[in-house]
């Protein structure tokens, strides 16, 4: 079975300043790919980044960076220079292989608060 | 590209009656989408896979008869909460694979507010 533990249900950080946001995750699969996504208050999910099993360098976009540490199962979210606007729920979240049915689950989630 | 959307963005209804949610791939052909449920201040919890075509699969604990799923078309899945009830208020939200792409991100609705009265 897939797993995903986040276990910051709510980090603060100053207004630019960089903040990591904290995921493990567990499977049997050798083939699944790690997501972060954005849901500010509106609801909508926000892709942000994604790691697959099999790379081999951490994925950045922008001010997201993914550190990726396969051997113990983390796939932390680095946020450089927060905004304001990066105040929302960050979820962690991972796909497995067909075996698993494609199925994307999450983690608890974090509320990220960027203080000006 | 890979745009999904989803209908109604909110919706109010009466205690026993039945309310239908429809999310749409828009610019692309979706042969599997999933269904999302979130209640406030909590995480999404995957209810059921829609296959195009199929019956949908749904996630253990989940009630089928009471949350129909039907994917009609490529383009087309809709969700059904039968004699919806108070409990049933929740944030629904839907999302597409492109077929091409098994890895790559899903792609989501903005999901729908339903509030049962």
């Known amino acids: ?116 | 590209g890979a745009v999904v959307s989803q209908h109604p963005s909110w919706v109010i209804c009466k205690s026993g009656t039945s309310v239908k949610i429809e999310c749409r791939s828009l610019d692309f052909q979706a042969t599997t989408m999933f269904w999302y449920r979130q209640f406030p201040k909590q995480s999404l919890m995957l209810m059921a896979t829609s296959n195009e075509g199929s019956k949908a699969t749904y996630e253990q604990g989940v009630e089928k008869d009471k949350f129909l799923i039907n994917h009609a078309s490529l383009t087309l899945s809709t969700l059904t909460v039968t004699s919806a009830h108070p409990e049933d208020s929740s944030f629904y939200i839907c999302s597409a694979e492109v077929p091409s792409m098994p890895q790559s991100p899903l792609h989501f609705g903005n999901g729908t507010r339903l509030t049962v009265t």
Request: charged share 15%; proline share 3%; with cysteine.
């Open chain 1, 1 to 116: 079975a897939q797993k995903i533990t986040q276990t910051q249900p709510g980090m603060f950080v100053q207004e630019k300043e960089a903040v990591t946001l904290d995921c493990t995750y567990d499977t049997s699969d050798p083939s699944y790919g790690l997501f972060w996504y954005k849901q500010p208050s509106s609801g909508e999910m926000i892709f942000l980044i994604y790691q697959g099993s099999y790379d081999q360098q951490n994925a950045t976009e922008g001010r997201y960076s993914l550190n990726f540490q396969k051997a113990r199962k983390s796939a932390n979210l680095v946020i450089s220079a927060s905004q304001l606007g990066d105040s929302a729920m960050y979820f962690c979240a991972m796909r497995g292989g067909y075996n698993q049915g494609g199925k994307l689950i999450f983690g608890q989630g974090t509320e990220l608060s960027v203080k000006p």
